[in-house]
Nanobody, 126 residues
Framework: EVELMESGGGSVQAGGSLRLSCAAS???????????LAWFRQVPGKEREGIAA???????RSTDSLKGRFTISRDNAKYILYLEMNNLKPEDTAMYYC?????????????????WGQGTQVTVAS
């Protein structure tokens, strides 16, 4: 069973950038390549929000409101999923989670994913 661990969160000033990583373990390369991978975020008291998902062929689907600032990518050889975040805003403050699964459609919808990391906190100061 795949295990996921996020890293790269922290505190940053508005306008700054961060790159989150999500390392996978407990899975071989062929199986990892077959996974749809995604990033989500959640603020206490609110529903988990999808950010972006990246399919086995590298094609990505992103939430419209975050396009242009957030970019998802994957390095299969390293078993790592990335989220590049630029021009961060205070409203981007949240716990960020990565997820993996093999849904019929690789979209950033929480209900489509069974495997989750523990999350990494991102705090953006104004």
């Amino acid at each position: 069973e795949v295990e996921l661990m996020e890293s790269g969160g922290g505190s940053v000033q508005a306008g700054g950038s961060l790159r989150l990583s999500c390392a996978a373990s407990g899975i071989d390369l062929r199986d990892y390549r077959s996974l749809c991978l995604a990033w989500f975020r959640q603020v206490p008291g609110k529903e988990r929000e999808g950010i972006a998902a990246i399919d086995t062929d590298g094609s990505a689907r992103s939430t419209d409101s975050l396009k242009g600032r957030f970019t998802i990518s994957r390095d299969n050889a390293k078993y790592i999923l990335y989220l590049e975040m630029n021009n961060l805003k205070p409203e981007d403050t949240a716990m960020y989670y990565c997820a993996a699964d093999r849904p019929f459609h690789c979209n950033p919808q929480p209900k489509s994913f069974d495997y989750w990391g523990q999350g990494t906190q991102v705090t953006v100061a104004s």
